[in-house]
C-alpha cells in the first residue's frame, strides 16, 4: 500500500509552520518554517498602545515558503502522496474582507493602514469596548450572551476587536464587507472559495469568541450588537448562522496555490481551528487531562462530556463549546496573557544596553542570556530570598479576563539579582497556571492529569519542575515540538479519507510522552505560603487605579464606555467578577 501523508499548516504568533505526517504512524517526516517579515521588523504595532498587528501579506508569503521547505525535506514523492491539508492559527484575530473576498490589507490603499490587517490575538486595544459588551450583557435588557465564554468578554475576541477597528476608522468601516478569523480566512484563501459567503466557519472560533451558541440561533442578535457599536448594523447578515467542527472539509485546493506549493491540485482542505485546540488534539488530549500549550501566552484546554456539565457553565473562563476539540465533547479554553512573552520581556529588558554592540556580537550576547538565567535560577531555592512577581503584564486571561491588570515585583532588597527575579517570573507563571486548575475544580470540573505541549515544555525543564511543584501534581511532556502542527495534519488525515474520525486519527498519529515532571515534596511546602502571597499581591495591585488607555480623536474610548454605562476599568470589575456567581 502506498504511503499516505497529511499536511498540518501551523500560524503561530511569529512564524508559520508546515508539518509532513505520515498518516498510519503519525511519524513527523519533514517540517518548514518561514517567519512573518513585516511583523519581524515591528511594522504596524505599537505596544505601549497594546496595539498588535499582521499584514496578510506576511501570512501569505510566509506560507508559500514554509510548505515548499517541506515539501523540499520531505522523502522523495512526498508531493504526490499528500491526501489532505490542515490549517491551524492563533485566535481571536479578525481580518477585514472586502465585498470581493480580499482582504482589504492586500489592497493597495489599506496597505499600511493598520486597522485594515489582522488584529493579532494579543491586540488589547479594545478594552472599552470588551466593557461595554460585558454591560450590555449583564444590564437585563439583552440575553446574557458571556454565558458559554465564561461570563467576562475579553478585549482579546471577535466583537471587541471589530467594534473598536469600525469605531475608530471610518475607511475601513465602509470597506470591510464582512470579517473573518485568521483560522477561516486561510482555508478560504487555499480553496480559492472567491465569495466570502461560501467562506466555511470554525465552530471553534465562533464559539469560544463570537459568543455562538445554538441556544439563541446562533451569533448574538442585530440588535445587541448595533447597540454596542453602530456601524456593525448588518454585519450579522453577511456573516454566517451555521459552523462546522475541524473534522469537516472547507474545500478543495486551488490550481493556484497547487502551482505555488508544488502539490496536485484538488486536495481536501479541512475547516481551521485555532491552534490550541490542535494542539490538544496533537497532544492525544482526553477527558479531565489539562493540556497546556506553552507558548508566548499559554492555552489551557480540558475536555468534558456533555453529560458531566448539562446546562452548566464554567464562570471565568474562555469558553465551552461542543465539538470545539472533540466533535461530541466539549471543549473548555482557559488561558494566561503572557507567559513565553514574560521571559522574553525580562531578557530585552537586561539586554538593553547591548544596543551600541556590532549586530554580530549582540545578537550572541542576546542568544546566550535566557540559558545563563535559567542555569543561575536553577541553582536558588524556592521563592529565593523572598522577591515574588505577579504575571499579569499583558493583563489577565483566565480566572476572569481583565486586560487591564498589569504585573508587578514584591520583596526586593539590595541582595536582589537578575536571576533571582527571573525565577519569581516562573514561580508567577506557576502560580497563574495553579489559579486557573483551583477554577476548574472550583466549578465541578475536576482535572486528573496536567499535559504540556510546545516548545518551553520541551526546552526548560526548570519551568516545567516549578509547575509540577506549584501545582503539587505530576506534569507529563508530549514528545512532538509540533503538536499543533500534528494536529492540524490528523484534520488533514480525516477529511483525505484515512480515519474516520479525529478520535481515530489521534489513536494513531497522536505524539507520545516524552518525560513526566513530579512535584519535590518540600518545594510543595513550600509554595504554599508563596501562592498565598501571589494571591494577595495579586489583590493588592488589583485594587489600584486602572492606567488611562490611549484615547482616539474620533469617540475616545473613555466617553464611549461611560455613555455605555460600561463598568470601570480595573478594580471594581475585578471585585465584580470575584463575587457571587450569576445563576445560570
Known sequence: MPRRLALGLDFGTDS??????????????????????????????????????????????ALR?????????APRGAAGQIIGIGVDTTGSSPLPIAADGTALGLLPEFSADPDALCVLWKDHTAV????????????????????WTGGIYSSEWWWAKIAHVLRGNRRVAAAAHTWMEHCDWIPFVLTGAGDPARAVRSRCAA?????????????????????????????????????????????????????????????????????AHLGAVGAGARPQVLVKVMGTSTCDMLLARPHQLTARTVRGICGQVEGSILPGLVGLEAGQSAFGDLYAWFRSLLAWPLAGLPAGQRQRA???????????????????????????????????????????????????????????????????????VERFEAEGVPVRGVLAIGGIARKSPLVMQICADVL???????????????????????????????????????????????????????????????RELGERLAALPAAAPPVRKA??????????????????????????????
Open 16 to 61: 508559520v509552520r508546515a508539518l509532513v505526517v505520515d498518516v498510519r504512524s503519525g511519524a513527523e517526516l519533514a517540517a518548514g518554517v518561514a517567519p512573518f517579515a513585516q511583523w519581524a521588523a515591528g511594522r504596524h504595532c505599537d505596544p505601549a498602545a497594546q496595539r498588535f498587528r499582521q499584514h496578510p501579506q506576511d501570512h501569505l508569503d
Open 207 to 275: 464559539g469560544h469568541k463570537a459568543l455562538w451558541h445554538d441556544s439563541w440561533g446562533g451569533l448574538p442578535a442585530e440588535d445587541f450588537l448595533v447597540a454596542l457599536e453602530p456601524r456593525l448594523r448588518g454585519l450579522r447578515a453577511r456573516l454566517y448562522g451555521a459552523t462546522v467542527t475541524v473534522n469537516q472539509p472547507a474545500g478543495r485546493l486551488s490550481p493556484a496555490w497547487a502551482r505555488s506549493f508544488g502539490l496536485p491540485a484538488g486536495i481536501p482542505v479541512a475547516s481551521g481551528a485555532f491552534d
Open 366 to 436: 542576546f542568544a546566550a542570556m535566557l540559558p545563563a538565567l535559567e542555569a543561575a535560577a536553577r541553582t536558588r531555592p524556592p521563592l529565593g530570598t523572598g522577591e515574588i512577581a505577579l504575571d499579569w503584564f499583558n493583563g489577565r486571561r483566565t480566572p476572569d479576563a481583565d486586560q487591564t491588570l498589569r504585573g508587578g515585583f514584591a520583596g526586593l532588597h539590595l541582595g536582589s539579582d537578575a536571576p533571582a527575579l527571573y525565577r519569581a517570573l516562573i514561580e508567577a507563571s506557576a502560580f497563574g497556571a495553579r489559579a486557573i
Open 128 to 147: 472599552a469596548e470588551a466593557e461595554q459588551l460585558n454591560a450590555l450583557a449583564h444590564g437585563g435588557r439583552f440575553p446574557d450572551y458571556t454565558r
Open 472 to 534: 503539587g501534581r505530576p506534569l507529563q511532556v508530549a514528545a512532538s515540538d509540533q503538536c499543533c502542527a500534528l494536529g492540524a495534519a490528523m484534520a488533514g488525515a480525516v477529511v483525505g479519507g484515512a480515519h474516520a474520525t479525529l478520535a481515530a486519527a489521534q489513536g494513531a498519529m497522536a505524539s507520545g510522552i516524552e518525560r513526566t515532571y513530579r512535584p519535590v515534596a518540600r518545594a510543595v511546602a513550600v509554595y504554599e505560603g508563596g501562592y498565598r502571597r501571589y
Open 555 to 584: 469617540r475616545g474610548a473613555q466617553a464611549v464606555a461611560a455613555s455605555s454605562g460600561a463598568a470601570a476599568a480595573g478594580p471594581r470589575r475585578v471585585r465584580l467578577a470575584a463575587g457571587a456567581r450569576k445563576k445560570s
Open 65 to 73: 515558503v514554509a510548505v515548499r521547505a517541506a515539501l523540499r525535506q
